[in-house]
T-cell receptor, first 111, second 113 residues
Framework: SQQGEEDPQALSIQEGENATMNCSYK?????LQWYRQNSGRGLVHLIL?????REKHSGRLRVTLDTSKKSSSLLITASRAADTASYFC???????????FGTGTRLTVIP | GAGVSQSPRYKVAKRGQDVALRCDPI?????LFWYQQALGQGPEFLTY????????KSGLPSDRFFAERPEGSVSTLKIQRTQQEDSAVYLC???????????FGPGTRLTVT
């Protein structure tokens, strides 16, 4: 089974609005990443936050991490139609040879 | 190209057929990963190679699934006697060495009819 869950499962907003999606995970982690997946395409890495970090920014993206609650959030500011995609969080842990992905949030940005 | 490539992009197989899915990782990447992504779900780990050695195959769902990377570069995921539940997108990823810096290919969408 997958490591994490994301909410909401689907989110629809107007262009220019901010989009926030959340991820919860189950075990201790080393890093947490967010990926974007456009329909029919592979995953594109967006941002990585380490377990000893609480917040990170990259362009219009802001990620927070709360290891005590085993949760993370991704904020996309000033959304654009091109941001329409599915967003996944993924974690890695000591001793694991792979990434564990959440269930994803499907974001639709309406022009 | 500079990225991970996979072929074919789409595959339709009749139930019971064998299929082979190919992954060309980024040149020089030591680690290679296969994931299975069901419709509407996140990717789930299948297997992991470091060079030609398959170090983890704990995610392979049955003994019908077999992966190899004989020369430490190109990898093939083979599914024997395909079943309808095998229908999914199969993603390949590679990294220089680490687990967390993975670069993903576009995937192969397998449909078993």
């Amino acid at each position: 089974s997958q490591q994490g869950e994301e909410d909401p499962q689907a989110l629809s907003i107007q262009e220019g609005e901010n989009a926030t999606m959340n991820c919860s995970y189950k075990t201790s982690i080393n890093n947490l990443q967010w990926y974007r997946q456009n329909s029919g395409r592979g995953l594109v890495h967006l941002i990585l936050i380490r377990s000893n970090e609480r917040e990170k920014h990259s362009g219009r993206l802001r990620v927070t991490l709360d290891t005590s609650k085993k949760s993370s959030s991704l904020l996309i500011t000033a959304s654009r139609a091109a941001d329409t995609a599915s967003y996944f969080c993924a974690t890695d842990s000591t001793g694991a040879n792979n990434l564990f992905f959440g269930t994803g949030t499907r974001l639709t940005v309406i022009p | 190209g500079a990225g991970v490539s996979q072929s074919p992009r789409y595959k339709v197989a009749k139930r019971g057929q064998d299929v082979a899915l190919r992954c060309d990782p980024i040149s020089g990447h030591v680690s290679l990963f296969w994931y299975q992504q069901a419709l509407g779900q996140g990717p789930e780990f299948l297997t992991y190679f470091q060079n030609e050695a398959q170090l983890d195959k704990s995610g392979l769902p049955s003994d019908r699934f077999f992966a190899e990377r004989p020369e430490g570069s190109v990898s093939t995921l083979k599914i024997q006697r395909t079943q309808q539940e095998d229908s999914a997108v199969y993603l390949c990823a590679s990294s220089v060495i680490t687990v967390y810096e993975q670069y993903f290919g576009p995937g192969t969408r397998l449909t078993v009819t």
